[in-house]
């Protein structure tokens, strides 16, 4: 993808009706929307490209588990008529060009200033004015300034002793080399179990010659049962998408999961089995709706929990591997994965799970990993550690509001939920990632 960099690093005094950082998903649905209003407009993107998460995270295995025909903007029915996926979940460089062609056919880069990372925005209470600092020493005026960066993109790395001193490669899921990374004949770690690792392991076991994936805490993860998209489908859709996207924003998920009205204990066991079974072999994420109560009532969320308890030691051949791989929480109270073979992979010769959720990394040395006084030796670490969720993105950015006052300090004693304007007392319009996003389909 090319760049394309806007003359010059700063407006010099001029004003800009709205700044906004990021050139993810929200950032350029804001852009588009600010040019509808009749607002001029600028994005600042820290990369060299445009498409926020699918612009970062790279790794083996990437791909969003909403369904491809719900996870894209619909304020244009042309932009939705056009495009055709491919998959039934889409894998992340087929999202990522999905973003190009939007900011391509809607003229977005020209108002786009990528390499530009944001340091700092400061109310100017005198002039009733936002002033932009970016990070190449540029500055920028705007009336309001909207923050698109993500409650996903701070990358965490963990606090681990001796982390500096490794003298391999090291790489961390949500900031992946663009130029993708090779394996081959590599012992490797993985730190991390979240959904980023159990999309990845399954490609990097096939090329590692050691993989060694360090669990603290164990997820619940179902099939994505994943397939090419079938052009029927894919048709019917278009020829309903209005309705289904009027449909989709009743539902608190804001997806079209299919519902039930049948409650899990109300039926039978060979029931409930038969009904566990269809939505393990079909549904995907959709696994929770097999029954109306499996999120809020604890008997009915244990028959699930326990049903994929069995399916994980029927997949796993090594019964202390499998019982270390199978949560004792609740379903969905956590994040619910979607994978293809991530149990399968701990039946391979090459890979080991190492439990930490005890004892914890001991330190990280120039040849490896150390656990109990156990040293594994290693040529990468890999670090699927997640994200400074949430509030992350917005703390790296220096934000003070009227009379100076720091965003980062009204939160240091915790999150309040209230609006950042009110935060603040800013006498203007802010947004979070999520309002400038509502228009997406949600992730």
Not at 163 to 176: K, L, P
Not at 322 to 334: E, I, R, W, Y
Request: aromatic share 10%.
């Amino acid at each position: 993808m090319v760049s394309i960099e806007i003359a010059g690093s700063s407006n010099n005094g001029r004003g800009i009706d709205v700044a906004i950082v990021g050139a993810g998903f929200a950032g350029m649905y804001m852009l588009y929307r600010a040019r509808q209003l009749g607002l001029s407009a600028r994005v600042f993107e820290t990369g060299d490209g445009g498409g926020g998460t699918w612009y970062w995270n790279r790794y083996p295995g990437a791909r969003c588990d909403v369904e491809s025909m719900e996870y894209s903007y619909q304020f244009s029915e042309e932009l939705q008529q056009e495009w055709n996926w491919s998959e039934r979940y889409s894998p992340q460089p087929e999202i990522l060009r999905y973003a190009n062609h939007v900011a391509d056919r809607f003229d977005l880069r020209s108002d786009i200033q990528f390499n530009a990372r944001v340091e700092a925005a400061t109310f100017d209470d005198a002039a009733g004015k936002w002033r932009i600092e970016i990070a190449d020493g540029g500055t920028f005026k705007a009336t309001y300034c909207v923050m698109a960066t993500g409650c996903l993109s701070a990358a965490n790395t963990p606090d681990i002793k001796g982390i500096d001193s490794f003298r391999g490669e090291t790489y961390h899921t949500g900031r992946w080399p663009h130029e993708g990374v090779s394996f081959a004949g590599k012992r490797v770690s993985f730190i991390g179990t979240g959904s980023s690792a159990i999309q990845s392991v399954p490609y990097i076991a096939e090329e590692a010659d050691r993989l060694y994936v360090f669990q603290r805490t164990a997820n619940y993860s179902v099939p994505a049962n994943n397939a090419p998209l079938d052009p029927a489908v894919r048709d019917g859709v278009k020829a309903r998408y209005a309705a289904l996207r009027e449909e989709a924003k009743k539902r608190p998920s804001g997806i079209l999961f299919p519902e039930s009205a049948d409650c899990a204990l109300a039926v039978g066991p060979d029931e409930r089995r038969r009904r566990f079974e269809q939505h393990w072999e079909t549904a995907g994420l959709a696994f929770l709706s097999a029954f109306v109560d499996l999120i809020i009532d604890k008997s009915a969320n244990d028959a699930a929990a326990e049903f994929i308890r069995e399916k994980v030691a029927a997949i796993v051949k090594d019964p202390q591997t499998a019982a270390a791989l199978s949560p004792d929480s609740v379903v969905g109270c956590k994040r619910l994965c979607a994978d293809s073979g991530y149990f399968e992979v701990f039946n391979r010769p090459n890979v080991t799970l190492v439990d930490i959720r005890d004892s914890g990394i001991e330190e990280i040395t120039p040849a490896g990993v150390v656990v109990k006084g156990k040293s594994f030796d290693l040529d990468m670490l890999v670090f699927a550690t997640a994200f400074d969720a949430m509030t992350g993105a917005l703390n790296r950015i220096r934000i003070a509001g009227v009379g100076g006052r720091l965003l980062r300090d009204k939160w240091r004693q915790g999150r309040e939920p209230i609006s950042v304007s009110r935060a603040l007392d800013f006498p203007i319009s802010s947004s979070s990632p999520d309002r400038a996003a509502r228009q997406f389909w949600p992730t």
